[in-house]
């Protein structure tokens, strides 16, 4: 029989997995702060009974999408190619909501009151935080697109002889037993490497 081993199973990060987590779970983070920001301006508007400016409630959209798109993205696992056109989607939502709200803070555009200049300077910095992290996402899944095409370009022809195991690698004495003491009948068969 069998003996019972105490063994723990650690699990070893990549990093591109430790870079994957890090930028969505800060990509979830600046667009919760974000969306925060600006819904306060919406309830303002909406507690004086005032329509609400479409610059906030873009900014909300894209908030909202942003979060959606994390939250989907740690359970779903999109294509490469899918998930670099995706991510640099929301990039250019928030290079959008960037440049809109760039205008506000310069003075070239004044949206109708009741908003702080201060939180729209606040959530636009969040936002070129946020336009940053989806750009070094969607360049993260490219480089490593580029790089695993990469890789395969390099990787040399195997000869099936080398890599398959042959009848040399069975002792034949009686009871054909192998290298580690055990009898043919215990192992596996013999498999190729792929």
Not at 163 to 175: H, L, M, R
């Amino acid at each position: 029989m069998g003996v019972l081993r105490n063994t723990t199973m650690t699990r070893e990060w990549h990093p591109r997995a430790i870079a994957q987590i890090s930028l969505r779970s800060a990509q979830l983070l600046f667009s919760c702060i974000s969306a925060a920001l600006y819904a306060i301006d919406l309830g303002n508007w909406s507690s004086a009974n005032v329509h609400a400016n479409p610059n906030w409630i873009y900014a909300e959209f894209v908030s909202v999408v942003s979060v959606s798109s994390c939250i989907a993205q740690w359970w779903l696992a999109l294509p490469r190619a899918a998930s670099a056109i995706w991510d640099s989607g929301i990039f250019l939502l928030w290079l959008v909501a960037v440049a809109m709200f760039g205008q506000v803070l310069s003075g070239n555009k004044d949206p109708e009151g009741g908003h702080s200049i201060r939180r729209i300077g606040a959530a636009v910095g969040i936002d070129a935080l946020n336009m940053a992290l989806w750009f070094a996402s969607a360049v993260e899944v490219c480089f490593c697109c580029g790089a695993r095409k990469q890789s395969k370009k390099q990787k040399p022809e195997m000869s099936e002889q080398s890599e398959s195991f042959t009848s040399e690698d069975v002792k034949v004495s009686g009871e054909k037993t192998l290298d580690d003491g055990k009898t043919a009948e215990e192992q596996p068969p013999p498999y190729e490497r792929v």
